[in-house]
């Protein structure tokens, strides 16, 4: 199987510099707005598809990393001056056509040992063609016009199209430029689906029938001489092709569908597509439909190399948590080393919070709604400030074993606070204890003792006399909880858990803080 091991960018966008290993079958991008996901996709589309290739130069103020222009303007030079060099290292079939073409040294290695396949690109000033552009480089002025963009393999030889690698493929559903996506998907698929001389046959074919057409028209002579003809130059029968499904052509379908049908067809091992990007595939996409396109993906992915860029949490957790690659400040991180057994609960389970779990900067992890709601108040009492201020997010498990969740942050170094019930348990108690002990960055907090064995319980025993005034209780009825009678005000607690919650957020009254949450906001936000 052809694909792409790794990506190595200096000065795009983003990113200063960067370097991505991909898996070889499904790599899932995902990150906060702005991290970098879509520059990683347009880097692999300018290496392989050769973008910018003909746009007029000014394209490289967007193009050029800001952190390096204002280290040029900084102190102006030609040697400072910004740059763009970009790699991508493929694993190819050494024996398929043209292979050799792409093997051989990569950028900064001469040892004999790091031959690889692979392709780069590379824009920088050109100072022979730049000559006399020196005073105004040093006035601080960035010579666009005189930057040249180079595409080579890594055997030093230009990089044509015609000789692409592998069958390349980027589905894009945020382009509102919705004609050109569709010129770029359709032209892509047919390269990809037959084979050079079918495609020359089908073009040839094409000419000659259009210029039998226009003469079986039988137009009249202009003037002596003179008469309307095919001009063949500008006939090329890729711009006006488009793929049809039941008489009606994708792009006149809905948005939605148009996505999963571009997905279905590109997943077909028959078109021959060794890569496929997919940007934000959820767009446009109701739950059902979705649905259906994450089928389809992770049922067929083993043909195909994916890289998708997502925000969507149910695309990150059904593709497989250990897929993730995890845009960070610092670089990527790769959740390849999460447990199986905790991936594949998170590909089942409905409803999880994995992708806020991994985009949010500290976590307190509750059991429930109840937490949920009053935990942001006790926190604004405590802190001072609000929960976003400080960049916290509360996730509520709703039945979801914390422990699964853990089992993620471990692997990301987050720094998470689990606030939970002993439910009467001594032994709870002590585990806890000691994994707070052995974890420095995840700690779980509950009632010291078997008393305050629940967060109601924990806030009536606080808190009683204001909440004996302020919840109403009928005369004589009961209100036992799991048969036992814990008195009216905490049964009712116990019994409407989320109503009394919210009457109690909405009071405006300053509550006692039971002191094991008290002690989980201290320590998140040391």
């Not at 910004?82 to 190819?92: A, K």
């Not at 037959?194 to 495609?199: F, L, M, Q, S």
């Not at 995890?326 to 389970?349: P, Q, Y």
Request: charged residues 25%; glycine residues 4%; negative net charge.
């Amino acid at each position: 199987m052809n694909y792409i091991k790794s990506l190595h960018i200096e000065g795009f966008k983003k990113f200063q510099t960067l370097d991505v290993q991909f898996n070889e079958h499904m790599n899932i991008l995902v990150g906060e707005n702005e991290a970098g996901k879509s520059t990683i996709l347009d880097a692999l589309r300018t290496v392989m598809n050769q973008q910018y290739r003909n746009a007029d130069k000014s394209v490289l103020k967007d193009l050029f990393n800001t952190e390096m222009v204002d280290a040029f303007k900084a102190a102006p030079s030609v040697k400072t001056l910004p740059r763009i060099y970009i790699e991508v290292e493929l694993v190819l079939d050494p024996i398929q056509r043209n292979a050799t073409y792409f093997y051989g040294e990569v950028y900064g290695e001469r040892k004999q040992q790091d031959l690889k396949f692979g392709i780069r690109f590379e824009c920088k000033y050109d100072e022979e063609l730049g000559t006399g552009m020196e005073q105004s480089i040093l006035d601080g002025k960035i010579p666009y016009e005189y930057y040249a963009l180079n595409w080579a393999t890594f055997a030093n030889r230009p990089y044509q199209m015609i000789k692409r690698p592998l069958n390349f493929l980027s589905i894009d559903t945020t382009n509102s430029a919705a004609a050109l996506s569709f010129n770029y998907y359709n032209r892509t698929l047919f390269t990809s689906r037959y084979d050079e001389a079918t495609r020359a046959r089908a073009k040839n074919e094409f000419r000659s029938k259009l210029e039998d057409a226009l003469e079986a028209a039988e137009l009249p002579p202009i003037s002596d001489g003179r008469k309307f003809g095919v001009d063949s130059k500008k006939v090329v029968l890729e711009t006006i092709l488009s793929v049809y499904e039941n008489s009606v052509a994708l792009e006149n379908r809905g948005s939605g569908m148009e996505s999963l049908i571009k997905t279905q067809i590109a997943l077909d091992r028959v078109n021959g597509l060794d890569v496929i990007l997919m940007e934000e595939p959820e767009n446009h996409l109701s739950f059902s439909t979705l649905n259906k396109m994450l089928y389809e993906i992770s049922s067929q992915q083993e043909n195909s190399q994916i890289i998708v860029a997502t925000h969507s949490n149910m695309i990150a957790s059904r593709l497989n948590l250990k897929n993730v690659l995890w845009i960070t400040e610092d670089g990527i991180m790769s959740l390849s080393n999460v447990k199986s057994d905790v991936a594949e609960f998170f590909v089942r389970a409905d409803d999880n919070a994995f992708l806020q779990l991994l985009l949010s900067k500290k976590v307190f992890l509750v059991e429930g709604a109840t937490e949920f709601l009053l935990l942001p108040m006790f926190y604004k009492q405590i802190a001072g400030r609000t929960i976003e201020e400080d960049g916290v997010s509360v996730i509520s498990c709703n039945g979801i074993s914390y422990k699964r969740y853990l089992e993620i942050a471990e692997a990301t170094g987050k720094k998470i606070a689990v606030v939970t019930d002993n439910d009467e348990k001594v032994d709870r108690i002590a585990e806890a204890s000691d994994f707070n002990k052995t974890h420095n960055m995840q700690h779980i907090f509950m009632g010291a003792t078997v008393d305050e064995w629940t967060w109601e319980a924990c806030v009536y025993k606080d808190n009683q006399e204001v909440l004996d005034r302020m919840i109403t209780v009928q005369a004589g009825a009961e209100y036992k909880f799991h048969g036992r009678d814990y008195g009216a005000v905490l049964g009712k607690m116990l019994n409407n858990k989320v109503d009394v919650a919210y009457q109690m957020l909405m009071s405006g009254t300053t509550f006692a803080v039971p002191q094991y949450i008290k002690d989980a906001i201290a320590w998140l936000r040391e």
